[in-house]
T-cell receptor, first 112, second 114 residues
Framework: KAGVTQTPRYLIKTRGQQVTLSCSPI?????VSWYQQTPGQGLQFLFE???????NKGNFPGRFSGRQFSNSRSEMNVSTLELGDSALYLC???????????FGDGTRLSIL | AQTVTQSQPEMSVQEAETVTLSCTYD???????LFWYKQPPSRQMILVIR??????QNATENRFSVNFQKAAKSFSLKISDSQLGDTAMYFC???????????FGTGTRLTIIP
């Protein structure tokens, strides 16, 4: 069974641009969560989607948004990029609530 | 709000020895899950072990076991017969029952010395 797949693995953008990251969950998993990992702030929860609906949201500005498609694949979008958005963005999927979350390899986003 | 604290930023141990990583958490809720995740340099976050708060029995997965003290809000990870492949960042994490949001600690960088 394929794991959680995140694309691209690396991305370089400049300030002010926008970016879209993609996450394909494990087959059959309907919950997808996104996390931001930085050296200063550690791992922080961005949001969670289940059956195309956002169920939970972390404390991030409105520039961070996401969506989930009918096949459970998810995308997150960051608009008007800032230097502080440089981070590893991790996606995790789970079968149902309470079951362990399985993580992808992440997308390393660098803002110049 | 829930918080997770890992007070050991770095640890190192000789191969084949036993090491214990500490984690404390704070919550006013009664139903929750606790996790240990491992993140090697390859950066993928890998689930090591999971504990359900309503279960008194400590979880065990091969060489990995936990000491779950609910009253003390403590959740330590013991790695027995440590191996070079155990070198990684270890994160303690918490989630409420019915909520997928994981709250992570700051991590412990574990190095296994050959």
């Amino acid at each position: 069974k394929a794991g959680v797949t995140q694309t691209p693995r690396y991305l370089i953008k400049t300030r002010g641009q926008q970016v879209t990251l993609s996450c394909s969950p494990i087959s059959g998993h309907r919950s997808v969560s996104w996390y931001q990992q930085t050296p200063g702030q550690g791992l922080q929860f961005l949001f969670e989607y289940f059956s195309e609906t956002q169920r939970n949201k972390g404390n991030f500005p409105g520039r961070f948004s996401g969506r989930q498609f009918s096949n459970s694949r998810s995308e997150m979008n960051v608009s008007t990029l800032e230097l502080g958005d440089s981070a590893l963005y991790l996606c995790a999927s789970s079968l149902v609530q309470g079951q362990p979350q399985h993580f992808g390899d992440g997308t390393r986003l660098s803002i110049l | 709000a829930q918080t997770v604290t890992q007070s050991q930023p770095e640890m190192s141990v000789q191969e084949a020895e036993t090491v214990t990583l500490s984690c404390t958490y704070d919550t006013s809720e009664n139903n929750y899950y606790l996790f240990w995740y491992k993140q090697p340099p390859s950066r993928q976050m890998i689930l090591v072990i999971r504990q359900e708060a309503y279960k008194q029995q400590n979880a065990t997965e091969n060489r990995f076991s936990v000491n779950f003290q609910k009253a003390a809000k403590s959740f330590s990870l013991k790695i027995s017969d440590s191996q070079l492949g155990d070198t990684a960042m270890y994160f303690c994490a918490f989630s409420l029952r019915g909520n997928e949001k994981l709250t992570f600690g700051t991590g412990t960088r574990l190095t296994i010395i050959p």
